[in-house]
């Protein structure tokens, strides 16, 4: 038999590429498939194992991995992130700006700012392909800028 095609080989090999592929999708669930594969690599060293005493090897390994290990690791891999922390909306979007679409006192335009098409509104007529400044966010929106007349 070819010395790439060891069984142990192929379940190691596919053990490493499956926790690669936990890397790449998410849900923390291949890990697991990955390391019921590793198991059966290292029973294949030990022992002599037919091809259905591996696939009941890797189905046991990876359910008892998942069961007891998952719940653990969702701990220890979790990040923590605040819903909508307060400093979010502290700092006051500022600077020069073109405008892209018209705007107006009563009809609200576009511009272009900082690499991004914004919602603007103003108490000025501005016409298309102006130079405004930022004021910050239109009232409480975080999606509508305020702007005026560049000084």
Known sequence: MDVLLTPWLLWFVTGVALALFELAVPGFILIFFGVGCVVV??????????????????????????????????????????????????????????????????????????????????????EEGSMVEVCGYAGSSRTVLEVKERS
């Open 41 to 126: 690599a290292g029973a294949l060293l030990v022992f002599d194992l037919s091809v259905t005493q591996q696939v009941w090897l890797f189905v046991v390994a990876t359910l008892v991995s998942l069961l007891l290990l998952r719940r653990y690791a969702m701990r220890v891999f979790a990040g923590e992130q605040e819903r909508n922390p307060a400093s979010q909306f502290e700092e006051q979007p500022t600077g020069p700006a073109k405008v892209v679409s018209p705007i107006s006192p009563q009809v609200p335009g576009r511009i272009a700012y900082r690499g991004s098409f914004w919602d603007a509104v103003s108490s000025q007529t501005f």
